[in-house]
Structure formats: structure tokens, C-alpha cells
């Protein structure tokens, strides 16, 4: 048995002084209680430690490399992604393990406790498969192994270059399979996860309505049993109009009319939607996950919060391309982009909750379900993912309650987080990662190797 001691934690009945946290030796949580004298690991404000609902973590790598204007002067995120294809003819398991490893430890020091990674990079560089053909998942669980991230895992179905079914690209050919052929590589990928903890997860993604065939989703979503089922959706202008010409409807139109949504469904960026199609969508149950740090990066739009929140609509919270690793500067971002394009403030707050508090308990709740994790609140039974913040710092010094968030969020950001427990595994004490050092020298000279050949 584990115990933690916080002047402050938000529990599922709320704000509580003075509570103690036993976790037990499987990694969950045995025990919450309040008014108690100090014991064990103490720390200022211990809170639900969230979900990195959707993360590509090999793309870690080219952060900060794309940013000069390429020669179409109409640089989008069409020309971002050919860039992205040129890096992918470079990547070994090696390096891929040694990215994700750095990534996800750059996770756990912002106050992620979970990665759930849209895992599409499968092949050798000519598109042929390992020889096992889930080596690339294995390698995600062997950095999230040393990491010690909690990790749900999502081979990505990745079909067609277009909604016309033309073949995949050269940049895309490591992503692709045939139906067949995937349903063996998520086989193989589950039996690699299978060596990894017990609070490890497996799910199923298909990349997008234009690089999966109609006939097909059907059963490529249902490879994932009862686990979560992700997909982009509506995240370019590009693609809405693709998917309208070949389809004859816009992608949230076909989703709401063909695929099943419920609350297995995580829907990814939906940054251009009508308010009807918002309104549709949040009413479904489907979750929303936003990406806002890239999606601000790669010019995508602006995702309508406002009247999804209005229509109870669920979402969480992912680092997507990781050009930035900023929990709180995703919630920010996210805010920021409403007021902007409102002209208002506290644009999701309501008059029970602060806009730092609304935020945070949706991204818990949606994260949760995003990753199909019994995960976060401080509850009984849950996993042990939990996050502190430094209530000495001069950001929170004094407060208390969802002002401590609305500070964290607004005012500070992650580097007023001192702890992060991933189903009981202590990965960051006094705001650095117990491993740091290891995992940044491996990564270190993965990049070097790539950035060399580039």
C-alpha cells in the first residue's frame, strides 16, 4: 500500500482539506478519505491525473521543422503533411521506441498519466511488413514500458490515399493494409500489448472517412471488441468537400446517418462542422477529442465548444502531432480560441463552474472513455493516476478550489506540476521525470542519426 497526502483534493464530491489517497499494490485506488492528519507522500493539491486522448508519437521528432514557408505560397496543412511523408522514409523501430519513449515521459512531466496513441505507422519504409507484423505496436509499448505511462493502443486502419480508393502514396505505404491485412496486424499488436501491465488497453482507429472503404468500416471497427473506436473527422476544408463529392454528403452528415455513434465513438478534431452537424454530433453520445495546440499549428479552424457544451457534448483533450507537450496550454488555447472568435470571455464557464474547473472535468470524463480506462476521478476502484500541483508556487500560493485551477490553466501551466502517478507508478517527483535522463540521451541520438540523413 501506497499513501498520499494532499492539503487539498478535488474528489468526486469536490473540494475536500486534507485527504489521504491508499493505492493499492495493483496500481488502484483503495481508499479516499478527508480530514485526516499527514502521512506518507505529501503533497499541495492532488487532482485526477487526465488522458492524452490522441497522439501520433513518432511526429515528436519533426517539432519546430516545419514552420518555413514551403514554395506553394498557399502553404497549408496539405504541404505539412508531405513534409511529414519525406521524415516517415527515415524511421526504424529503434528510433520510433526512443521517440515515443520521450514523448510520453514529456506527457507525464505536463500531468498526463495516459497516452492513447492513433498508431498508423506500421511498416518498413517500402510499405513491406516486419516480419512480425506488429513490431511498431511493440515498440510503443516498450517506450510506454520505460516511460511507465499508462497506454491505450489504436492500430489504425489506414486504407486508400482518397475517398476515390486511389492507391496509398509513397509517404503513406508504411500505413497501409488491405482488410485482411490489418485484421492480422491488430491480432499481432495485441498479443505484443498483452506483455505490458494490467492497466494497458487495447482499442481500434480508422485514419478518416477518405482512407477507409464504406464496405469496410463495418469490420475494421469491430476489431476492437468492446474497446474504444477513434477517428479523424472533418478537420479540413479540403476533405469535406472530397468526402461531399464522392459520398454525396458531408462527413459528420454520413457519420450521423451510417455508423452507429455512442460513447465507444472518439471523433477526432471535427473543426469544420455546421451548428446543426455540432449540435447532431454532441447529441449522439460520440466523443469529441481536440487537439487546439495543433490544430492553431497547422491552421485547421476553430471547433465550436460553446454549442457543444451546450449540447452535452463529451470531449477530451490530445497532443496529436506533439510540436508542444502543454496540458494546461491546450485547455488555454482551446478557451482562447472561442473568446477570439466571440468576442467574449469565460466562454465555457457556466454559473456552477469556472471555466479552469468546466474544462478540466470534461477533459477527465471524456479522457476516460476516450481511452476505455476506468480512470478519472479519485475514486475507489479507479486506476492511481493522479496529478499534484505546487501550492507553494507563487501562482497558487493562497488559494483554493477551482481558482486553483482557473491559476494552473490561465496563469501558470505545467510547470506548477510537481507529481504524476500513472496506476500507481510514481513517474514524476519535484517536476521531473524519474527516468529523464535515460530516455532524453536515447532520444537524443535518434533524432541526431535522422536529422544527420535529412
Sequence with gaps: MTQIWAEQALTPEGWQNHVTVTIADSGAIAGVRADTPPVGTRVGCLLPAPVNAHSHAFQRAMAGLTEARGPDPADSFWTWRRLMFRF???????????????????????????????????????????????????????????SGIGLTLLPTFYQHGGCDQRP??????RFGNDLDGFAALHDSSHHAMATGPADWQ????????????????????????????HMHLAEQIAEVEEVESEWGQRPVEWALDHLDLDARWSLIHCTQMTRAETAALARSGANAVLCPITESNLGDGIFDCVHWMQNDGRLAIGSDSNIRIALAEELRVLEYSQRLRDRSRAALATPA??????????????????????????????WADLMALDLTAPDLAGLSGDTILDSYIFAGGDGLVSDVWSAGRHMVRAGRHVERDRITTAYMRAINDLRAAL
Excluded: C, W
Design 88 to 146: 516517415l522514409d527515415r524511421l526504424d523501430p529503434d528510433q520510433v521506441q526512443a521517440i515515443a519513449a520521450f514523448v510520453q515521459m514529456e506527457m507525464l512531466e505536463a500531468g498526463y498519466a495516459t497516452n492513447v496513441e492513433f498508431h498508423y505507422l506500421h511498416h518498413q519504409p517500402d510499405g513491406h511488413p516486419y516480419p512480425f507484423l506488429g513490431e511498431m505496436a511493440s515498440r510503443i509499448g516498450a517506450a510506454a514500458d520505460q
Design 168 to 173: 496509398l502514396g509513397r509517404g503513406q505505404i
Design 202 to 229: 487495447m482499442g481500434v482507429a480508422l485514419h478518416s472517412l477518405r482512407a477507409v472503404a464504406r464496405a469496410d468500416i463495418p469490420f475494421a471497427s469491430g476489431l476492437g471488441g468492446g474497446g474504444p473506436i
Design 353 to 382: 463552474h469556472s471555466t479552469g474547473r468546466r474544462l478540466f472535468d470534461a477533459m477527465l470524463a471524456g479522457g476516460a472513455i476516450a481511452a476505455g480506462r476506468k480512470t478519472g476521478a479519485l475514486r475507489n476502484g479507479d
